[in-house]
């Protein structure tokens, strides 16, 4: 019995990092990391493609601008920075298919 606890338990610690990676968006990098409206940025990461990720935006903490995502797939995003950002540190944050909102831990700067 103890040892079909333990198997049971094992399995369950070896199966939870892949439904942690399935679900969740992660952007990991940013090039270039200081562009201008109108530059084209590349978003690395892992689940960013379609089935996952719908939206993206730029946001500074109080303003979010969604961005056009102009190619994506499982590891990378790429979008031109909108006209009308303002120059500063943004951050980039995903909108899930499950209706989350993540801020991601990468920044670009826009001059």
């Not at 439904?19 to 968006?25: D, R, S, V």
């Not at 084209?40 to 990720?53: P, R, Y």
């Not at 961005?67 to 790429?78: A, G, R």
Request: charged content about 25%.
């Amino acid at each position: 019995m103890r040892f079909v606890l333990s198997a049971i338990a094992l399995a369950g610690l070896l199966l939870f990092p892949l439904t942690l990676k399935a679900e969740g968006a992660r952007i990991t990098s940013v090039d270039p990391l200081t562009a201008k409206t109108g530059d084209l940025v590349s978003a690395s990461g892992e689940g960013i493609d379609k089935t996952n990720v719908d939206i993206l935006y730029l946001t500074n903490g109080t303003q979010d601008i969604k961005v056009q995502m102009l190619e994506q797939s499982e590891t990378l995003i790429k979008f031109k920075v909108p006209s009308g950002v303002k120059p500063g540190r943004w951050a980039l944050m995903v909108h899930t298919k499950k209706d989350q909102l993540i801020e991601q831990p990468v920044k670009v700067t826009v001059e």
